[in-house]
């Protein structure tokens, strides 16, 4: 995950790596580069007419599914190179705390700035056994519902990579069922949309497409289904955007639900399996990509509106500044709380031989 000194391995989805020496794909970090400042522009002022303008809906609304898939594909890896092979396996403490941790670190870390922040800027308001209620949710900030998403993951996976392992591509069927239902279920009135988006089922389709690819990387891929799929998605997304006739079968985040995903699914099965090159840059940005996530809610949250907009003018200057800010911060963020998770891990796994020793 890291480039220089400090040698610390993510296994997260917007830092989606497994560590020890397992082979690096660099060319996913850089993917993941491109799509976390996907995310801080997503995030920024656009106007609905904006968005549909510069087709957001095909290449930045993408950002999150992107990152989904390459997880899916990294945890595959990292789950065939340690030989899990069974359920009982994957819930074992000692694989699952620490990909916990992984997330559970960096949070804490961030949100713990966040309530100081609250502290200092609304006093009168500040309630703090409120704001660790909340943290359940993820916290306030853009985004915000990603934190819970992920650690439901760690818990589900095993799960999907059962299935997949288990029956391949119809195993990949099985679980694109599973989302529909899950989708299906939002239609109902008892169904809040508050629920919807802290779940982690509605991701659980491209989840399961990193894991078979990774299963079957060198297989050719199933052109057939490839092809339907890049089209189907298609034609969803511009009936959201520019049909007459909408095809709203699923009510929300109906621009990244099942439906719209099917159009990148093609589109990332490709480039896992073709994809090559280096960018330092891009490669720092995506191995950093969940502390730039992190930061990237506190910046637009506390600091964005207060402070930076005062001194940065022009609609494309102040996104570039959101860029820049967010990516340089988030970065620093990375190589501090880094050392420190891979170490706290490290005294967990020693403690754990010790006792079993």
Known sequence: MMGGSVNCKKNITFNATEGNKMKRNSFLDIIKGICIMFVITTHYTWTKTQREDMLFYFWIGMAVP??????????????????????????YPGNLVPRLLRFA?????????EILLKYIYEPKKFDFWRMVARAYKGGPGYG??????????????????WIVKKKGFVGLLICGGVNVVYELMSNFEWFEKSTYRLLVFRFILVIAYGCYVAFYEEAK???????????LGVAYLCSLMYGEYKIEIFPYWKHVNMLACLYIIPIMGILIRKGRGRFFVLEILGKASFNIFLFQKIYYHSFAK???????????????????????????????????TTKLIRMIRRKKEKQTA
């Not at 670190?105 to 700035?113: S, T």
């Not at 609609?315 to 190589?335: D, K, M, P, S």
């Open 66 to 91: 992107i990152f989904m898939i390459i997880t899916g594909y990294v945890y595959t890896k990292s789950y065939r190179k340690n030989e899990i092979t069974g359920l009982a396996q994957a819930y």
């Open 105 to 113: 670190v960096p949070f804490v870390m961030a949100y713990a700035v």
């Open 144 to 161: 915000s519902y990603y934190i819970p998403v992920m650690f439901q993951f760690v818990f589900v996976f095993p799960l999907i990579y």
């Open 221 to 231: 891929m199933k052109i057939g289904w490839a092809i339907a799929s890049f089209i």
């Open 306 to 340: 207060r402070y930076v907009y005062h001194y940065v003018d022009g609609f494309y200057q102040r996104l570039a500044a959101n860029i820049i800010l967010c990516c340089i911060v988030g970065v620093i963020f990375y190589y501090i709380e880094c050392p420190i």
